[in-house]
């Protein structure tokens, strides 16, 4: 059964006893940060940690526990999407994409558990007072600094809002948007919104900037955990994130209407923020912030928000995740991503086997991927594909190589492509779009790109020496040695075999 809420998924951790309940006071001013960066940075991402006694800016207690590190692990992201292992939804993806209708009348009726689970998917309202708006605090009451807001990195602009999902709708066709973007508490009722250019939800604010209309914003925190994760997915602008989390989760997201706009939010949120942003009012200074590329982005300027009301439950918790020098929690989020997504990458690029993006390269940066090699020049072609593939296209440098390699170690995925490559044979440069927070550009979110092609070399590519075989021990020979490995007295922490 799926996990309806953010304390589902804290309970759920807790009895797998990969929860540490801090009970000691802790300061949201780096203190948080310091404690969670630790952990994270421990074999296996750390464990879950739920801070009971945060305390605040001006170490008063705070009445609201602060949850991290809650997707942190393999484990705890395959927990909060309900699976054993993360490729069990690629899977259920391809097999909705092959999906072909049968010629018999027994064949279609056999096919319809597989459109019914389809049609199961869509979100629906919660009837009733929902557990989102237990309490509400509206206009003049609302108040920010009383919620445990922490401050990360010593550099920051100030208090960040990073786990949250931002709701916006597009004002011609009505579609939603759910995203996560880092959202800066600039005082008791305002907020600074960075949304990055190529972000849906900046689509739609320049929309509504150009009809001069306010824009309704809500920021929800907590929620279902896999409406969590949707809204850091890279999803085309025409789906529906809530509906995206139902086909996760098997069951349709719960949603209530927002007290003091139109817009639908997760019944299930621990505490929702409600708002707008007038584009006729200049845009404020946001940042810096510590970010997932381990440096700080530079400030600059972003929409302000207004924080018209301020709905939570009546014993909340504060979601929140920390990003900086890899590897952090954003690894697993975007792992998940990486896992889920490749079925659909395949339908467009059906050589590839496989692909990882390794938490030095903080997604954007650096993309191994296996190919079945058909012919000469393939991986040049698989290297193209990629870069026209949506946030693919920041991807800066991309490494292919061939489908023997397990792409998953980056260890030998490095090995394999240094022995492979002849640097200025294999070594192709192109220009494109590039991360916004990529400092290193030669231009703002525009820079150039490197691939290189690591795969075995053919006659065709020019190659006319003997490629070598990998050495690998015979079979028989490890047979032998596994039987009488117990014997030997050699204790390699079950490294043995």
């Known amino acids: 059964m799926a996990l309806d809420s953010l304390r589902a998924l804290i309970e759920a951790i807790a009895a797998r006893g990969d929860l540490v309940r801090v009970d000691h006071p802790v300061s949201i001013d780096k203190e948080i940060t310091e404690i969670a960066d630790r952990c994270m940075k421990s074999p296996g991402g750390g464990p879950a940690l739920l801070f009971t006694r945060p305390t605040l800016a001006g170490g008063a207690p705070s009445r609201y526990p602060v949850a991290v590190n809650l997707f942190g692990s393999g484990p705890r992201m395959a927990l909060a999407l309900g699976v054993e292992c993360l490729d069990e939804i690629g899977e259920r993806i391809a097999a909705l994409l092959h999906?072909?209708?049968?010629?018999?009348?027994?064949?279609?009726?056999?096919?319809?558990?597989?459109?019914?689970?389809?049609?199961?998917?869509?979100?629906?309202?919660?009837?009733?007072?929902?557990?989102?708006?237990?309490?509400?605090?509206?206009?003049?009451?609302?108040?920010?600094?009383?919620?445990?807001?922490?401050?990360?990195?010593?550099?920051?602009?100030?208090?960040?809002?990073?786990?949250?999902?931002?709701?916006?709708?597009?004002?011609?066709?009505?579609?939603?948007?759910?995203?996560?973007?880092?959202?800066?508490?600039?005082?008791?009722?305002?907020?600074?919104?960075?949304?990055?250019?190529?972000?849906?939800?900046?689509?739609?604010?320049?929309?509504?900037?150009?009809?001069?209309?306010?824009?309704?914003?809500?920021?929800?925190?907590?929620?279902?955990?896999?409406?969590?994760?949707?809204?850091?997915?890279?999803?085309?602008?025409?789906?529906?994130?809530?509906?995206?989390?139902?086909?996760l989760r098997r069951e349709p997201v719960r949603l209530a209407k927002a007290v003091t706009s139109d817009l639908d939010v997760p019944a299930e949120a621990e505490i929702v923020l409600e708002g707008y942003i007038d584009p006729r009012e200049e845009l404020v200074l946001e940042g810096p912030f510590g970010d997932h590329t381990g440096f700080y982005s530079l400030a600059d300027y972003y929409p302000k928000v207004h924080v018209t009301a301020v709905t939570l439950r009546t014993e909340a918790i504060w979601p929140h995740t920390i990003v900086g020098r890899p590897p952090m929690e954003d690894y697993w989020l975007g792992h998940a991503t990486e896992r889920i997504f490749l079925p659909l990458l395949k339908l467009t690029i059906p050589e590839i086997v496989d692909m990882h993006m390794p938490a030095a390269g903080i997604f954007h940066n650096l993309v191994f991927v296996s190919i079945d090699k058909q012919y000469p020049g393939q991986a040049y072609k698989v290297m193209n594909g990629l870069w026209g593939q949506g946030l693919m296209s920041l991807a800066k440098v991309v490494i292919v190589l061939d489908r023997d390699v397990n792409v998953q170690d980056p260890q030998e995925a490095w090995w394999v492509a240094l022995n492979h490559i002849d640097p200025e044979r294999d070594v192709r440069f192109t220009m494109g779009p590039i991360d916004v927070l990529d400092h290193s550009s030669r231009g703002f979110t525009f820079g150039s790109k490197m691939g290189i092609d690591a795969?075995?070399?053919?006659?065709?590519?020019?190659?006319?020496?003997?490629?070598?075989?990998?050495?690998?021990?015979?079979?028989?020979?490890?047979?032998?040695?596994?039987?009488?490995?117990?014997?030997l007295g050699i204790d390699l922490g079950g490294r043995g075999r």
Not at 205 to 214: D, N
Not at 472 to 487: L, P
């Open 99 to 247: 999906l072909k209708v049968p010629d018999t009348l027994l064949g279609k009726l056999a096919l319809l558990p597989q459109l019914a689970e389809v049609a199961k998917f869509p979100p629906k309202t919660a009837g009733g007072r929902p557990a989102c708006q237990e309490v509400v605090i509206r206009e003049g009451d609302v108040d920010l600094a009383q919620f445990p807001v922490p401050v990360c990195w010593p550099e920051d602009g100030g208090p960040y809002i990073t786990l949250a999902g931002v709701i916006t709708r597009d004002p011609g066709s009505g579609t939603r948007n759910v995203g996560m973007y880092r959202v800066q508490v600039l005082g008791k009722n305002e907020l600074a919104m960075h949304w990055q250019r190529h972000k849906v939800g900046a689509a739609h604010w320049r929309a509504m900037a150009e009809r001069g209309e306010r824009m309704p914003v809500a920021i929800a925190l907590g929620g279902d955990p896999a409406s969590i994760y949707a809204a850091s997915a890279p999803l085309p602008p025409t789906i529906d994130e809530f509906l995206f989390a139902g086909f």
């Open 455 to 487: 795969t075995r070399k053919w006659k065709e590519e020019g190659f006319t020496r003997e490629w070598p075989n990998r050495i690998v021990m015979d079979a028989e020979t490890k047979r032998r040695i596994d039987a009488m490995w117990g014997e």
